[in-house]
């Protein structure tokens, strides 16, 4: 089955700690993208990336940084530096052209202890 | 800038009552417009979508129009069920991106009692 994963499904850390989040697909979508949600909110873009070896920051990158090194892997790293890192993370791919839709990941929930 | 504003909830409705949950946008251009449906714990799943002007979108009984005159995509659906509990995200692609970006609206949280 095509489909994105993501890992953990729930992730804790303690404050000062770098964690880095999963997110794979086999949908050989050229596109993918790190959303945070935030309990009652809709979805804000971290980073994403339309091709291998390149990243864009979307509207909230500060505290994140991200990788494109496989097309079918694009992991984020949440970092010392992100001040209020609790929230929900969902990755998504499509396949990179305007007007296809995105696909989500089950999503990680990360708690800072 | 492009921008969705969809109905706050949360929208608490009988079994096999009708839906309705609007959704506008403001955007440049052509964009598709999307409905997502998120169940609780989990990511978003498309729902439908419509590309031009006038176009329908349906799936599972739910359906949105593409008004480009009111610039308007409301959802609706004639009788909902408990399953139908979840939250409903509206959104757009932006028509001028090449990466696909899509904006969302904040979400519309529907609980439908038995």
Same mark, same amino acid.
């Given at each position: 089955?095509?489909?994105?994963?993501?890992?953990?499904?729930?992730?804790?850390?303690?404050?000062?700690?770098?964690?880095?989040?999963?997110?794979?697909?086999?949908?050989?979508?050229?596109?993918?993208?790190?959303?945070?949600?935030?309990?009652?909110?809709?979805?804000?873009?971290?980073?994403?990336?339309?091709? &291998?070896?390149?990243? !864009? +920051?979307?509207?909230? *990158?500060?505290?994140?940084?991200? =990788?494109? #090194?496989?097309?079918? @892997?694009?992991?984020?790293? &949440?970092?010392?530096? !992100? +001040?209020?890192?609790? *929230?929900?993370?969902?990755?998504? =791919?499509? #396949?990179?052209?305007? @007007?296809?839709?995105?696909?989500?990941?089950?999503?990680?929930?990360?708690?800072?202890? | 800038?492009?921008?969705?504003?969809?109905?706050?909830?949360?929208?608490?409705?009988?079994?096999?009552?009708?839906?309705?949950?609007?959704?506008?946008?403001?955007?440049?251009?052509?964009?598709?417009?999307?409905?997502?449906?998120?169940?609780?714990?989990?990511?978003?799943?498309?729902?439908?979508?419509?590309?031009?002007?006038?176009?329908?979108?349906?799936?599972?009984?739910?359906?949105?129009?593409?008004?480009?005159?009111?610039?308007?995509?409301?959802?609706?659906?004639?009788?909902?069920?408990?399953?139908?509990?979840?939250?409903?995200?509206?959104?757009?692609?932006?028509?001028?991106?090449?990466?696909?970006?899509?904006?969302?609206?904040?979400?519309?949280?529907?609980?439908?009692?038995?």
């Amino acid at each position: 089955d095509g489909g994105i994963t993501q890992s953990p499904k729930y992730l804790f850390r303690k404050e000062g700690q770098n964690v880095t989040l999963s997110c794979e697909q086999n949908l050989n979508h050229d596109a993918m993208y790190w959303y945070r949600q935030d309990p009652g909110q809709g979805l804000r873009l971290i980073y994403y990336s339309q091709i &291998v070896n390149d990243f !864009q +920051k979307g509207d909230i *990158a500060e505290g994140y940084s991200v =990788s494109r #090194e496989k097309k079918e @892997s694009f992991p984020l790293t &949440v970092t010392s530096a !992100q +001040k209020n890192p609790t *929230a929900f993370y969902l990755c998504a =791919s499509s #396949e990179g052209r305007a @007007s296809n839709e995105q696909f989500f990941g089950p999503g990680t929930r990360l708690t800072v202890l | 800038g492009n921008s969705v504003t969809q109905m706050e909830g949360p929208v608490t409705l009988s079994e096999e009552a009708f839906l309705t949950i609007n959704c506008t946008y403001t955007a440049t251009g052509y964009p598709s417009l999307f409905w997502y449906v998120q169940y609780p714990g989990e990511g978003l799943q498309l729902l439908l979508k419509a590309t031009k002007a006038d176009d329908k979108g349906s799936n599972k009984g739910f359906e949105a129009t593409y008004r480009k005159e009111t610039t308007s995509f409301h959802l609706e659906k004639g009788s909902v069920q408990v399953s139908d509990s979840a939250v409903y995200f509206c959104a757009l692609s932006d028509p001028y991106s090449s990466a696909s970006k899509i904006i969302f609206g904040s979400g519309t949280r529907l609980s439908i009692r038995p």
